[in-house]
């Protein structure tokens, strides 16, 4: 195998057209540097310089292996340059995983002041739920993951995971105009008893939070339908389907239908950011800097 150092004195005898030029472009005694050339002259096999009293010239064999030891060159300055631009920060790759509703505004509010300052970093961006990226971001798949947590339905975190929590999000109740709480601010989960429901697919559990609360209560919620797109669940209460439970980070375009708070203790989304603690990827603090800064913003929204 062709030694690097060697090919770069090669490189600069090339450039100066003498040992001694050589010898002065990279910091060496003359000798050091006729060394090294009769040592990648051994190791090629062939003469890569003709030698006089007072000259050198290169042989084609030289020149030739001249041309390939700058390629050589510009391919380790591109590697230190790209290196560095990941040791500072200002380059690389940060794999993120994220809820849908906090896709709508907590995450490209972060991203937007986080791509800004470093618009060389590629973005990679999966969508899933906690209990689904979880799991990537333990295996080193993702370098974090913006997550949730219902107080009634908690998820199991690995000692390797940290979880910094932000704010909490409030459970809106979406009802049509004319609903009997259209002009209601703020409801109770008991004064909803025989309301049909607009529900979602289950949790981590896979049992609906929706119907642990109501249980806790002392009645069943009658769900008529159900979808895990917040904007179809708003469409459909618009439609007069139902009524729906839908968290503030989810509720989008609320023409047509009535917006009001649910006070209860334990209804509500916790927001935060998951990551590893032994992620070495220099991105990622710059990154949760801009999240905590989005979350500030996004949570001020509901007072």
Do not use: K
């Not at 107080?151 to 975190?157: E, N, Y």
């Not at 209560?217 to 179809?232: A, N, T």
């Not at 968290?247 to 209804?267: E, K, Q, S, Y």
């Amino acid at each position: 195998m062709l030694n690097s150092a060697r090919l770069l004195v090669l490189l600069e005898i090339a450039r100066g057209g003498s040992i001694v030029a050589a010898a002065q472009a990279l910091h060496l005694s003359p000798s050091a540097v006729s060394h090294q050339l009769a040592r990648l002259e051994q190791e090629v096999g062939v003469a890569l310089v003709e030698r006089a009293p007072q000259s050198l010239r290169m042989t084609v064999a030289g020149q030739r292996l001249a041309e390939h030891a700058q390629a050589i060159s510009d391919l380790m300055a591109v590697a230190r340059d790209d290196l560095r631009g990941h040791s500072a920060g200002e380059a690389g790759l940060l794999r993120l995983g994220f809820f849908a509703s906090s896709g709508l505004e907590l995450l490209p509010r972060a991203l937007a002041g986080f791509s800004a300052e470093r618009p060389q970093v590629e973005l990679e961006l999966i969508l899933g739920q906690p209990h689904e990226l979880v799991p990537d971001l333990e295996a080193g798949r993702l370098d974090a993951a913006v997550v949730f947590e219902h107080p009634l339905d908690p998820w199991c975190r690995d000692a390797t995971v940290d979880v910094e929590m932000f704010f909490d999000e409030p459970q809106l109740v979406v009802v049509p105009l004319r609903h009997r709480l259209g002009r209601q601010t703020v409801v109770r989960l008991a004064a909803l008893e025989g309301e049909t429901w607009i529900g979602t697919r289950g949790g981590s559990t896979g049992e609906p939070v929706l119907e642990r609360a109501c249980a806790a209560e002392g009645f069943l919620p009658r769900v008529r339908c159900r979808s895990d797109h917040y904007q179809v669940t708003v469409n459909l209460a618009r439609a007069g389907m139902g009524i729906a439970l839908v968290p503030a980070l989810g509720i989008g375009d609320t023409a047509g239908v009535h917006v009001c708070r649910l006070d209860h203790p334990r209804l509500h989304r916790r927001i935060g950011v998951a990551t590893r603690s032994s992620n070495l990827n220099p991105l990622l603090r710059s990154f949760l800097t801009e999240l905590r800064r989005a979350a500030r913003e996004v949570s001020t929204q509901w007072g």
